[in-house]
């Protein structure tokens, strides 16, 4: 038995344990992994496309308090009815929470999601502690860099540059790669061609385009927001490898020199196990894997528009305006 079938079958049968966790299709190959055959597209390809969801409790690190990989049934079913119950809890009126809109009355709390059982207690699987490995020197020093940075800046958001890229609809951290849940907006859109893949996923309608003509990775200097990306075919997995990341966005602190390894596998009819390794020689010790299972979702995928009918930039800004004015003229009198 291989380590992916392997991995595939545990959390397959965790969410057999569980019941209702995974559509009986997905149930049905808990037994069969290693016979399970994915269709083919036109091109001979394995297909991978269609809507699927990345939503997950599971952590990207193990917590402190938990020293096994995988949860019980009974521990999942814990898990999970305990988060639908805070997540469906509304906010109260004068809160800070508050102010946001209601999660709940958009659907948008992760208890209403299609979601893939996992029982595992972290994505993580390689340390198999479940943890990050421990930061080199350098990482440590960019990372006190970036916190002093902040703690200068402090709460001043009178300048758009002062706000995360999430704030000002540029950039989201959840759509990779490596790409992660987010809590919510966790879905995406992947479309084959013969020679590309398009991945296009929900938070900020990032979409990403992905040879596999065999150009490898460009030379020289040219570095972009989200790296630059090539794939290949590795049997019925699909390869895709990034670099090239500019210094502008870091994952989890990574440095330029990340590189990202991304590995899609049909194991069953409504699941893709998406298996990532991270590696950079600037930021950790050693590199890292996680496994995150990609359930079969619904479709369409419509836009999300993050600026339309979003005035809280604006009113930042427009608030910070309105402070200067009024110091200047108190400056005055």
């Known amino acids: ?105 958009f659907g948008l709390d992760r208890s209403q999601a299609v979601m893939a059982a996992n029982a595992r207690t972290s994505l993580i699987v390689d340390p198999q502690n479940g943890k990050l490995p421990p930061r080199t020197a350098e990482g440590r020093r960019r990372a006190e860099v970036r916190q002093a940075e902040r703690e200068a800046r402090g709460g001043e958001y009178d300048a758009a540059e002062n706000l995360p890229l999430g704030a000002r609809c540029l950039i989201s951290g959840s759509a990779g790669p490596p790409m992660m849940n987010a809590g919510y907006n966790a879905n995406l859109h992947i479309v084959q061609g013969s020679d590309h893949v398009m991945i296009l ?91 995150m299972p990609m359930q079969r979702g619904r479709g369409p995928l419509f836009e999300h528009a993050c600026h339309e009918g979003n005035y809280g930039l604006t009113n930042i800004l427009a608030g910070a305006r309105a402070e200067e004015a009024r110091a200047a003229q108190e400056g005055q009198q």
């Open 1 to 105: 038995m291989t380590i992916r079938s392997l991995v595939s079958r545990k959390f397959l049968v965790g969410a057999v344990l569980v019941g209702g966790c995974l559509p009986a299709t997905a149930i049905a190959q808990a037994g069969a992994q290693e016979t399970y055959s994915a269709p083919r597209n036109p091109y001979g390809q394995p297909d991978l496309q269609g809507f699927w969801s990345n939503q997950s409790y599971t952590p990207l690190e193990r917590p402190d308090d938990v020293t096994k990989a995988f949860y019980s049934a009974e521990e999942i079913a814990d898990i999970r009815s305990g988060r639908a119950v805070r997540e469906s809890a509304q906010t109260e009126p004068g809160t800070i929470p508050d102010v946001h809109y209601d999660f709940t009355q």
């Open 201 to 291: 996923n929900e938070m900020q309608h990032d979409a990403r385009s992905i040879p596999l003509d065999g150009r490898g990775q460009p030379l020289g200097s040219t570095r972009q927001w989200r790296g630059i990306s090539h794939g290949y075919w590795e049997g019925d997995t699909l390869v895709v490898e990034t670099a090239n990341f500019n210094n502008k966005i870091a994952f989890r602190g990574s440095s330029q020199q990340m590189r990202v390894i991304e590995r899609f596998t049909r194991v069953a009819e409504d699941l893709i196990e998406y298996v990532f390794t991270v590696e950079d020689e600037a930021t950790w010790a050693r590199p890292w894997t996680a496994v």
